[in-house]
């Protein structure tokens, strides 16, 4: 791969673009000084990209900015982004390196839905979970984990929606106590399900925004509660933390 851009029109069309990004509106003199060249070179440059509709000049002012075309040709990418191409690599590194079994979910009304499910190949307890399957919010840690990313008034509305059973000895049917949760969890960073959903499993769990911001993933790891003790669960935590940050770097 070359360390140089063959194009080095190409190279400083992108650079000025980058820079309004950043800084604009701009004057033609500010621009010239943030790009360390001549104001001739840098209006060849701003002339080129009005030209294909990338920027625009204020009749009033005379400064530069990038214009919505580029908002539009992010929307376009964004749109066609498989989140599972994404997470996948990322969500099989992670179970291979804890040996247990990984879930990707995405929000669907008052419920999350599998979409993925890394099982491990170490686990002999199989997890009831199934792609296409749903997990009510207030019983999970990913209901949790993408509770801690919404509004207090978005997640009343969301516990409110949701019939409330208790499906084990531990599951959380009052909404303060969820609450507090959430709260917990957007502190830590991460979300605990202790046998809420299902007896004898537990669950650490992370959400994840969408391409707009909103709180619609989460992805976790399961684990008998033999093998998810409290010291298991504090070693495990940081890899969780780390697998989030690649992840929405990478995304």
């Not at 080095?8 to 992108?14: E, N, T």
């Not at 003199?29 to 001739?40: H, I, P, T, V």
């Not at 204020?58 to 982004?81: F, H, I």
């Not at 993408?146 to 009052?174: F, N, P, V, Y």
């Amino acid at each position: 791969m070359e360390s140089k851009n063959p194009i080095q029109v190409a190279d400083r069309l992108f650079l000025a673009m980058e820079t309004l990004s950043k800084i604009g509106p701009v004057s033609l003199a500010d621009l010239s000084r943030e790009l360390n060249l001549n104001k001739s070179t840098t209006h060849r440059l701003l002339s080129s990209l009005i030209y294909m509709g990338y920027a625009k000049q204020d009749s009033e002012t005379q400064k530069y900015d990038l214009s919505l075309k580029v908002l539009a040709l992010s929307n376009c990418l964004l749109e066609r982004l498989d989140i599972l191409e994404v997470v996948r690599p990322y969500l099989k590194s992670l179970s291979q390196e804890t040996g247990e079994t990984v879930h990707f979910v995405q929000l669907d009304g008052s419920e999350a839905v599998y979409i993925y499910k890394e099982e491990s190949r170490q686990n002999s307890v199989r997890m009831v979970s199934k792609v296409g399957s749903r997990i009510p919010l207030y019983c999970s840690g990913v209901g949790k984990a993408m509770a801690a990313g919404m509004e207090e008034s978005q997640i009343h509305k969301l516990w409110d929606a949701c019939t409330h059973k208790k499906l084990t000895r531990h599951t959380i049917t009052d909404y303060d106590t969820f609450l507090k949760e959430v709260k917990e969890a957007r502190k830590n960073g991460y979300a605990l399900d202790n046998e809420e959903n299902e007896l004898g499993v537990r669950c650490i769990a992370v959400g994840l925004t969408d391409y707009k911001g909103r709180s619609r993933y989460a992805f976790s790891i399961s684990a008998p509660v033999t093998r998810m003790t409290d010291k298991r669960i504090q070693e495990i935590i940081p890899l969780v933390l780390q697998v989030k940050k690649e992840i929405e770097q990478g995304a």
